[in-house]
């Protein structure tokens, strides 16, 4: 749960769980296998083994391990990048559109 000082908009949840990671790159393009860390109605948190530029638009797909909910597939932009460790970054995503 939020603190009082937390200005967030939206509560996040956490989670841990397996997401793919499309850059939205025609040079670059590739999938990067990720782990959402936490997930709000604006964006998540994805630990991932190689850094990303801020601004980097990108396409973040988390598959639901229920058949009747759909994926969440969402066209995002990379608006923070800190190393964790020697091999795992954390981004911070903005969700631009759900597709």
Known sequence: MPHRNDNRHFYRMMVNAEV?????????????DGVCRDLSA???AVEVDEPLEMGTLIRVRLESPDASVAPLDATAKVMRCSQENEDCYQ?????????
Do not use: T, Y
């Open 20 to 32: 793919k990671v499309m850059i939205n790159d025609p040079e670059a393009a590739r999938v990067i």
């Open 42 to 44: 604006s964006g998540m």
């Open 91 to 99: 981004l911070g995503l903005a969700f631009l559109e759900l597709n």
